[in-house]
């Protein structure tokens, strides 16, 4: 995925447009997230998850809306989905969102839930492995 930057609008916080989202700093939604912000910081900076918005002073300011995707992506992660592979997903999502083409979009979302499942079986049978080990070290 290309590293291309859309500059976004700063905002102070308290002073959002009447009907804005509310916003809220980094610390806060790595907090929400379990992410920490070194993360949160690199999907800025490789364009997965660009925040809504910044300060005056460039302190990144994020939505409930930016909060319910890097949930998502944080849900993608354990399943080994790439940065290229989370920011196509979240395209198809927002192409659901749009007038553009819903039949490709649902097609590229159906491949990753039948990824999704195929990694989530392999997990599930490495934990059963797991198990087993740690079985035979408590029987040794």
């Known amino acids: 995925m290309a590293n291309t930057h859309v500059p976004q609008p700063r905002a102070r916080p308290g002073a959002e447009a ?9 610390g806060v939604v790595a907090e929400r997230t379990g992410m920490s912000l070194r993360t949160l910081r690199h999907y800025d900076e490789v364009g997965l998850l660009t925040p809504s918005a910044r300060t005056e002073g460039g302190f990144r300011l994020y939505t409930t809306a930016d909060v319910e995707r890097l949930l998502l992506i944080r849900r993608m992660k354990p399943l080994g989905f790439t940065l290229e592979e989370m920011a196509d997903l ?5 192409v659901l969102q749009t ?10 979302l159906a491949a990753y839930l039948r990824s999704a499942e195929e990694r989530r079986d392999k997990l599930a049978r490495t934990l059963d492995m797991a198990d087993e080990f740690i079985a035979l070290l408590r029987a040794t």
């Open 90 to 94: 979240l395209d198809a999502a927002d």
């Open 99 to 108: 007038d553009r083409d819903h039949d490709q979009a649902r097609d590229r």
């Open 18 to 26: 009447p009907g804005a989202p509310a916003t809220m700093h980094i």
